[in-house]
């Protein structure tokens, strides 16, 4: 089993940024992939960014290409997600989620999931 615990999400206004943090424990050699993604009210899951722990590829939606970096510090067993330019549509609760598989942003390929933290971004 891997456990992840999210961190660092809060208020922003629209422009700023912040960076949510996603600790892993537990058998944490058994995923190859790390990904966030985030659920406003009302809507779908996205998938926003994922990286592959062991060459460091990357992967990004669209909607946050630019904006939205992806890191992962192996010894300290954390992703990151650095979010600059926020805007209020960037307003959702963030997950993190561990992988056996390079995943990418396929929620369906995602085995473990954090408890999420809320970011809201007001204008």
């Known amino acids: 089993q891997v456990q992840l615990v999210e961190s660092g999400g809060g208020s922003v206004q629209a422009g700023g940024s912040l960076r949510l943090a996603c600790a892993a424990s537990?058998?944490?050699?058994?995923?190859?992939?790390l990904g966030w993604f985030r659920q406003a009210p009302g809507k779908e899951r996205e998938g926003l960014a994922a990286i592959y722990t062991a060459g460091g590829t990357t992967y990004y939606a669209d909607s946050v290409k630019g904006r939205f970096t992806i890191s992962h510090d192996s010894a300290k067993n954390t992703v990151y997600l650095q979010m600059n330019s926020l805007k209020p549509e960037d307003t959702a609760m963030y997950y993190c989620?561990?992988?056996?598989?390079?995943?990418?942003?396929?929620?369906?390929?995602?085995?473990?999931w954090g408890q999420g933290t809320q970011v809201t971004v007001s204008s």
């Open positions: 989620a561990a992988s056996t598989e390079w995943a990418g942003v396929n929620e369906y390929e995602y085995n473990y």
């Open positions: 537990g058998y944490t050699y058994n995923y190859n992939s």
